[in-house]
């Protein structure tokens, strides 16, 4: 990409979206693209086909998503899948035909299958069953990664789709009920005076967990590296126990109370951490920390949420 290149941005306000509009800004960018959820409905084809045509768009960043924890997942499956399918087949199929000259999309971990040899390289895609409580998701990544494979194969489009571990940082869903695990625990700390917190699950499973300015830097290393609908899966190659998690969002916090476990609710998949020599090999690396990381969260929650 040049400086002057046309970039757009799709989910621009969400956790992925803003930060790698912050990362195109702080490289000098000066064309990027971004338009409201109000203005611009991208489940709706006639819209995105007309959104497309009217602005002069080269680079697509795809971080458009409905998304949610565990809880999200299960209670809105059908909107999980249906409202990411659209939104990926009106962005992927509008690039083609305004000729884009690179596409990526992003996914997540969740679309390997629950118990894929660890650590998962991009090749257990489809070799076994997904994790129910994230099923709807999956289903509807692992569609826009097949639909970006068969029309690089058939036309030559150029994309590639990355799958990174569990994200978290600034303008994240901090939600009491459809965030993920980390947002809901800075969240149930800061709140939680001298009460107990309690958590789900019993705390034995290990993720990785990565800032997401990391991945937006990663974005701007694979678009400029990869072209051929490649699949690459990005990660901090940080693997923590929920437990031990909860225990140093609690520090961070400066929570004093006792953590509980509510061993009736889901863990999830027992253990998942990703393969990313694809990427390392040509010599990404991630910069931040687990610990940094959580800290410069809990900052930005406390200055901002509301």
């Known amino acids: 990409m040049e400086k002057d290149s046309y970039i757009y941005v799709s989910g621009h306000n969400g956790l992925v979206g803003s930060a790698i509009v ?17 203005d611009l409905d991208l489940t709706n084809t006639n819209e995105v086909a007309r959104f497309f045509s009217k602005n002069k768009i080269e680079y697509v960043f795809d971080a458009a998503a409905k998304v949610g924890g565990i809880y999200a997942n ?40 629950k118990f894929a040899p660890t650590p998962v390289k991009e090749e257990s895609l489809l070799c076994g069953e997904l ?6 998701y999956a289903i509807a990544k692992i569609h826009g990664i097949h639909l970006l494979k068969a029309y690089n194969k058939q036309y030559g489009f150029k994309c590639v789709s ?17 965030s993920h695990v980390i947002p809901a625990l800075i969240r149930k700390f800061h709140f939680a005076g001298d009460g107990p917190v309690e958590c789900w699950g019993d705390g034995s499973p ?9 991945l937006a830097d990663a974005c701007l290393f694979s678009i400029s590296n990869f072209q051929d609908a490649e699949l690459v899966n990005i990660s901090s190659g ?5 437990k031990d998690l909860a225990e140093s969002i609690s520090k961070i916090t400066g929570y004093k109370g006792s953590i509980t476990w509510d061993k009736t609710k ?17 010599g990404w690396r991630p910069k931040y920390t687990l610990q940094k990381g959580l800290e410069e969260s809990y900052k930005w929650f406390k200055e901002n949420y509301k």
Request: hydrophobic share 30%; with cysteine.
């Open 22 to 38: 912050r990362k195109l800004r702080y490289e000098g960018f000066e064309n990027i693209i971004t338009v409201s959820k109000a």
């Open 74 to 113: 299960d209670r809105y499956s059908a909107e999980f899948i249906y409202q990411n399918t659209m939104i990926q087949n009106n962005l992927i199929n509008s690039s083609f035909k305004n000729n884009i000259k690179k596409f990526l999309f992003l996914g997540s971990v969740c679309i390997y299958p």
């Open 131 to 136: 994790e129910p409580t994230n099923e709807a």
């Open 162 to 178: 990355l799958m990174p571990c569990n994200l978290y940082g600034p303008n994240d869903n901090f939600h009491p009920l459809n």
């Open 206 to 214: 290990s993720r990785e967990f990565m800032y997401v300015d990391d």
């Open 238 to 242: 940080e693997n923590i126990k929920i």
């Open 266 to 282: 889901p863990n999830g998949t027992p253990d998942r951490p990703l393969d990313c020599s694809r990427i390392s090999s040509l």
